[in-house]
């Protein structure tokens, strides 16, 4: 089992920065990939970006390739998602996921763990 609680939301303007954190507890937490997605409201969940378990493997939604990074650190049992250059369409309520196995899919129903999302709202 892994329980998940995400950080960092905010209101920021846009080109602005944020960084969302996720803490994670549980013992497999080191062997689990972990993503993070995304729901803006009248709009489905999207994959937002994924990582594998060592961090060697990243993976990013083409709407966010080189403005986001995401990383872990195994030994604090968190995940993070820097995000720079922010737009408007950024705004959504973002979530934290991991699932039991170590390879990233992009897809919600492949993760078994959820946080409870963390609001980032852009003003243009």
């Known amino acids: 089992q892994v329980q998940l609680a995400e950080s960092g939301g905010g209101l920021v303007q846009s080109g602005g920065s944020l960084r969302l954190s996720c803490a994670a507890s549980g013992r497999t937490f080191s062997s689990s990939a972990m993503a993070w997605f995304r729901q803006a409201p009248g709009k489905e969940r999207e994959f937002v970006a994924g990582i594998g378990w060592s961090g060697g493997d990243t993976y990013y939604a083409d709407s966010v390739k080189g403005r986001f990074t995401i990383s872990r650190d195994n030994a604090k049992n968190t995940v993070y998602l820097q995000m720079d250059s922010l737009k408007a369409e950024d705004t959504a309520v973002y979530y934290c996921?991991?699932?039991?196995?170590?390879?990233?899919?992009?897809?919600?129903?492949?993760?078994?763990?959820w946080g409870q999302g963390t609001q980032v709202t852009v003003s243009s």
């Open positions: 996921a991991g699932r039991n196995t170590i390879m990233v899919a992009k897809y919600p129903s492949a993760y078994a763990y």
